[in-house]
């Protein structure tokens, strides 16, 4: 999309008239729940013409008419939209949206994130990352549970889903199993939702699928068992793995080996991105699957696979209901390919000279099919003959210049004059196409239906009479209509969110302190603030947001970004929010800034903060309503920043790094005239993804790189002249390391996100584990600590989580007073309950006259030193040897008795003796 003129239209505006009310609206937003009434702008009475807009609003009648064209928004709305809605519109358009021969900005930043030194991205490396991800965990089943060391994060119970469950993420594909009321949803990079009540609620299908990015979902029409998931993303060249097949009505999925990457020719790419899959009426075996990579297709339900046109891209696939034989293929370069043999052979038809193409076929009306194509920003087309010929029927202009992104088309199974198109908004026609209304409206999001719209099913109880349910997926989750024949484009129109615990939110960022606040920023939805419940999170500003900080002494003090370092700030807990990034001259602008940009508030004084762009720019006022900037220094280069970091115990000392894998740092940098020092030619010339300083220690510090290569994290404690590595040897997979940090009471265990999940260390990055627990095998963007106990994960796909982390000292202890002989320790604390809780081991400890200390196990008493600290003398415990304690009678004892948990194989942080009080036990529980 070419950029939307805001500097034109800004410039044009008399000082003190709409141009303040938007740029103060900006984030002036509340939640999106709340009502706005409109606020009249255009003198007169209506209709209005495009002239008489733009002179109400102060704009150029060519920025009115671009706005139309575009984003396809009458220009009349724009004389009663509501003050945030306008400003979300303007918001949006300020980002550049790339030609359909470019993928959208992030999705650039991503390949730029994935590629090595050499500017390769290995097209095997997600699908090898998975594999040794999965071999770890086949290792670690094989080991003494107290061997595998996970930093705290000791089961499911010590994670919490945070969502938004209120928001929704990107939906690329659904389906729903005839006979039933069960509603799958594939989400761009979540994986498999399921609801069995027509979408009221949710829960996945499988945390740890091969690839949780979902582009097609299909139900075998023979057989409603039998469904079909196509993996990537093939717009945004989001990577899979391969297609999995469920016979259970989508329950349970396994990988069809067919399909696998890694399994693949290297010269075979098409299961890294599979877009649509058809199953042939009548014929179960018959498979076609549209990928970025050519159309395959299998004659023997998915066991084995021939592909065609392997160097061509298609996005779509379907039988003829009525004539099964007959196929028809979209292509992206404005051509439909056709079959009359179930697919073994095709013929090319160039509809148009370029652009996507989505076809649906009238269920009721033998050989119509209808196709919705990008081109003159959204063209519709019709065939009688099954694709063989075809006819221009309109140009309702539904795509904008986006449909290579978002392009979806249905038709009424009982009435083929009935169509609803889906582009930047949804569009119904009832009379074959001819004309169209508009049924959506994105800018009244969640009063309407969300943007960028990609997928429309019917529901399976659909009669076009009595049952007239349309299901939505788009760029904000599912939507419903349960009346598509009166739904209407206006606030309340019709379309109601179906996201109700639906955690699909794709996160670049988190940002939290101890007083609990927590916010983050998301591809498509926005900056985010969570509010205390999965589905209680609220947009304090629109587009798609970046990065995010908070204040750590401060819930009401934020701040996040719009792309291109477009910086704003709230102070009052997200009730309002401003521009900050006057100043910058690195802001919106893709070749000094990245799409999405760092900036971080200096740990040592929360009125500083630092921003990448070209230069590292600070800010000392950042709390004012206008900070003023400064850069400190510039990229030698001209290369953009990408991480920054500044020591928590000294704030001279600043990192940064760059897309290239540029390293700088600088000991003085409050100083008038910082010195900065490189060391790049220490690191590969890969993305630096984060860096983080030690908080304890400000001479060591963690840099975490881009790429599918060996050794993406690596720590220097001498300023960079030397560096530790951690290397698969140790168990990471070979992937990108997005985020590294540190526990705040424990300078051994690290934890790290990336591309297949989250990895802990105990031994400082020597070693590595990872579970089947928590935010799945989602890429992880950023780890922020809420406050030493709590970990937060921000995920591109899954949402947010929050980890309890085990402390490596004595969380919690309890005197209670008890009698010595005959007595019975109660049930309170049991091992079943540290099990599910505490995650320690629960043991009975004796001090007897004679000095000796003792340690219950289901063989007897064990001596039991009491050191300092305690040391069980019989060698490490074993998980399988811990008795359970319910209610043990310790008549033949005398002494005093302690009542202990501690960790797995680990020994108390605290000498047993310092525990012992005469005539009392203690509880204490320890977490290793």
């Known amino acids: 999309m070419k950029p939307f003129a805001i500097k034109s239209i800004v410039q044009a505006l008399p000082a003190g008239s709409l141009a303040a009310l938007l740029l103060s609206a900006c984030a002036n937003m509340p939640s999106p ?22 002179r109400s609003l102060g704009w150029s009648s060519s920025a009115v008419a671009e706005l139309e064209e575009e984003r396809h928004v009458p220009h009349e709305v724009l004389c009663t939209l509501p003050s945030r809605q306008l400003t979300a519109l303007l918001i949006e358009h300020e980002e550049e949206r790339p030609r359909p021969d470019h993928p959208a900005e992030w999705a650039k930043q991503n390949a730029l994130q994935q590629a090595d030194e050499y500017g390769v991205v290995d097209r095997l490396g997600f699908a090898h990352a998975l594999a040794q991800r999965q071999a770890l965990l086949e290792r670690q089943a094989q080991m003494p549970r107290e061997s595998v060391k996970l930093a705290g994060i000791t089961g499911s119970s010590s994670w919490q889903p945070l969502g938004p469950g209120n928001i929704g993420g990107r939906v690329r594909s659904m389906v729903m199993v005839p006979g039933s009321q069960k509603l799958l949803a594939g989400s761009a990079t979540g ?35 039998v469904l079909y998931a ?17 016979t259970d009505g989508g329950n349970s999925w396994s990988a069809l080996n067919g399909t696998t990457p890694s399994l693949t020719s290297p010269t075979n790419y098409g299961f890294f991105w599979v877009d649509r899959i058809a199953v042939q009426p009548g014929n179960s075996n018959t498979v076609i699957a549209a990928t970025n990579f050519g159309v395959y297709r299998s004659a023997d339900g998915g066991a084995t696979w021939t592909g065609q046109y392997t160097n061509d891209t298609f996005h779509d696939v379907r039988f003829d209901p009525r004539n099964t034989s007959n196929v028809v293929l979209g292509g992206d370069q404005g051509d439909i390919y056709t079959s009359s043999d179930a697919g073994q052979t095709w013929t090319r038809h160039a509809i148009a000279s370029s652009g996507r193409m989505e076809t649906a076929f009238a269920a009721n009306t033998s050989g119509l099919v209808y ?37 979806t088309i249905w038709v009424d199974p009982t009435d083929a004059s009935r169509l609803i198109i889906g582009g930047i908004d949804l ?79 794709q996160f670049y960022s988190v940002a939290s302190n101890p007083l609990g606040t927590i916010v983050g920023g998301a591809q498509d939805n926005g900056s985010l603030q969570y509010q205390g419940g999965q589905n209680t999170w609220v947009q304090f500003y629109g587009g798609d947001g970046g990065f995010t900080a908070v204040d750590p002494n401060s819930a009401n003090v934020f701040y996040g970004e719009y792309v291109n370092l477009q910086l704003f700030s709230s102070l009052d807990g997200g009730q309002t929010a401003n521009s900050i990034y006057t100043g910058i001259s690195d802001a919106k602008s893709d070749t000094h800034s990245l799409f999405i940009s760092p900036f971080i508030l200096d740990p040592n004084d929360s009125s500083r903060m630092y921003a990448g762009g070209s230069s590292l720019w600070r800010s000392d006022n950042v709390t004012d309503a206008a900070p003023l900037w400064t850069a400190v220094t510039t990229v030698s280069n001209g290369k953009r920043i990408s991480a920054i970091a500044v020591a928590k115990t000294d704030p001279n000392i600043v990192w940064y790094g760059t897309e290239d894998g540029q390293l700088y740092y600088s000991t003085n940098a409050l100083s008038s005239t910082p010195t900065w020092r490189s060391v790049s030619n220490t690191l590969p010339s890969r993305y630096v993804m984060q860096i983080f300083i030690d908080p304890d220690s400000p001479t060591k510090v963690y840099v975490t790189q881009g790429g599918f290569k060996d050794g993406n994290l690596r720590y220097t404690t001498d300023y960079g002249n030397t560096w530790t590595v951690s290397s698969a040897a140790g168990g990471l997979p070979i992937a990108p390391i997005r985020t590294v940090t540190r526990n705040p009471s424990n300078p051994s265990w690290l934890y790290i996100g990336g591309e297949v999940g989250l990895f802990t260390s105990q031994d400082g990055g020597v070693t590595w584990s990872t579970n089947t627990d928590g935010p799945a095998n989602v890429q992880i963007d950023q780890l922020d600590w809420e406050d030493s106990n709590h970990l937060i994960a921000a995920t591109f796909g899954r949402g947010m989580y929050m980890a309890t982390i085990g402390s490596p000292i004595a969380r919690y202890s309890d005197n209670a007073s008890g009698t010595i002989g005959n007595l019975t320790l109660s049930a309170a604390v049991t091992p079943a309950q540290a099990d599910t809780g505490i995650r320690g081991a629960v043991f009975v ?16 008493w064990f001596p039991f030193d009491g050191g300092h ?60």
Not at 33 to 54: E, K, L, S, Y
Not at 455 to 469: H, K, M, W
Request: charged share 10%.
């Open 33 to 54: 729940n709340a009502a706005i009434p409109p606020a009249p702008r255009c003198a007169g009475d209506a209709p209005h013409d495009i002239d008489t807009v733009a």
């Open 191 to 225: 994986g498999i939702w399921s609801s069995t009540d027509h979408g009221q609620t949710w829960h996945v299908t499988n945390d740890f699928m091969g690839s949780l990015a979902i582009g097609a979902l299909t139900v075998d029409p023979n057989n409603s068992q």
């Open 230 to 246: 196509g993996t990537g993303e093939g717009p945004t060249y989001i990577y899979g793995n391969g297609v999995y097949k469920s």
């Open 371 to 407: 196709a919705s194509g990008d081109q003159n920003s959204g063209t519709i087309y019709k065939s009688t003959d099954s694709g063989a010929t075809w006819t221009t029927v309109s140009n309702p202009k539904h795509l904008g210049d986006q449909g290579w992104y978002g392009n």
């Open 427 to 505: 569009y119904r026609s009832t009379d074959g196409g001819a004309n169209w209304t508009q049924i959506s409206d994105w800018t009244l999001w969640p009063q309407s239906a969300h943007a960028d719209h990609h997928v429309l099913i019917a529901d399976t109880a659909f009669d076009g009479n009595n049952n007239l349910t349309v299901y939505n997926g788009d760029d904000g989750g599912v939507f419903a209509a349960t009346n598509f024949t009166n739904v209407t484009s206006g606030a309340n129109g019709g379309w109601t969110s179906l996201n109700n615990a639906l955690p699909i939110t």
């Open 845 to 860: 400890a004796a001090l007897l006259p004679n000095g000796q200390y003792y340690l219950e196990s289901p063989s007897g």
């Open 869 to 928: 600290p305690a040391v069980y003398t019989q060698g490490p415990l074993q998980a399988t040897t811990v008795p359970v304690v319910t209610n043990m009678n310790l008549t033949s004892l005398s002494g005093t008795i302690v009542l202990m948990g501690y960790g797995r194989g680990d020994t108390p942080a605290v000498a047993l003796g310092d525990l012992l009080k005469n005539g009392q036990y203690k509880i204490v529980y320890y977490i290793h």
